[in-house]
C-alpha cells in the first residue's frame, strides 16, 4: 500500500496554472513536501511544510509563484503553482516523514516516505 498519492498534474502553457494534491493514508506524518525530478538533472526540492506547526519552507526558484498548504482533516497536502515555466517541467513527487525530531526540510533523506510522482509539463 502506497501511503502517498499525488493527483493533479498535466500539460499547461507557459503562465498557467496547476494544483497538484498528494493525498497521505495509514498514519501520521510529521513534515510533508515536494520534490521535483526534470530530465538528466537530480531531485530538488520544491516546499515542505510542517505538519505540527505549519512552518513553510520554499526553494527559491519557486517563492512567490508556488504555495504549499494542508488539510488536517483530509490528511493532504497541496501546491498551487502559478506562473509556471518551462523550466518547472519535471516529474512531481510527494514525500513524507514518519517520524519526529529535528530535520532539514529541504534533504530528500529526511524524508521516507514517497508518492509515485506525477508529470507536470509547461509548455513555452
Known amino acids: 500500500q502506497v501511503p502517498l498519492v499525488e493527483s493533479g498534474g498535466g500539460l499547461v502553457q507557459a503562465g498557467g496554472s496547476l494544483r497538484l494534491s498528494c493525498a497521505a493514508s495509514?498514519?501520521?506524518?510529521?513534515?510533508m513536501g515536494w520534490f521535483r525530478q526534470a530530465p538528466g538533472k537530480e531531485r530538488e526540492f520544491v516546499a515542505a511544510?510542517?505538519?505540527?506547526?505549519?512552518?513553510?519552507y520554499y526553494a527559491d526558484s519557486v517563492k512567490g509563484r508556488f504555495t504549499i498548504s494542508r488539510d488536517n482533516a483530509k490528511k493532504t497536502v497541496y501546491l498551487q503553482m502559478n506562473s509556471l515555466k518551462p523550466e518547472d517541467t519535471a516529474v512531481y513527487y510527494c514525500?513524507?516523514?514518519?517520524?519526529?525530531?529535528?530535520?532539514?526540510?529541504?534533504?530528500?533523506?529526511?524524508?521516507?516516505?514517497w508518492g509515485r510522482g506525477t508529470q507536470v509539463t509547461v509548455s513555452s
Open positions: 514525500a513524507a516523514r514518519g517520524y519526529s525530531g529535528h530535520m532539514y526540510y529541504t534533504d530528500s533523506d529526511q524524508y521516507n516516505y
Open positions: 511544510i510542517s505538519w505540527s506547526d505549519g512552518s513553510i
Open positions: 495509514g498514519r501520521t506524518f510529521y513534515a
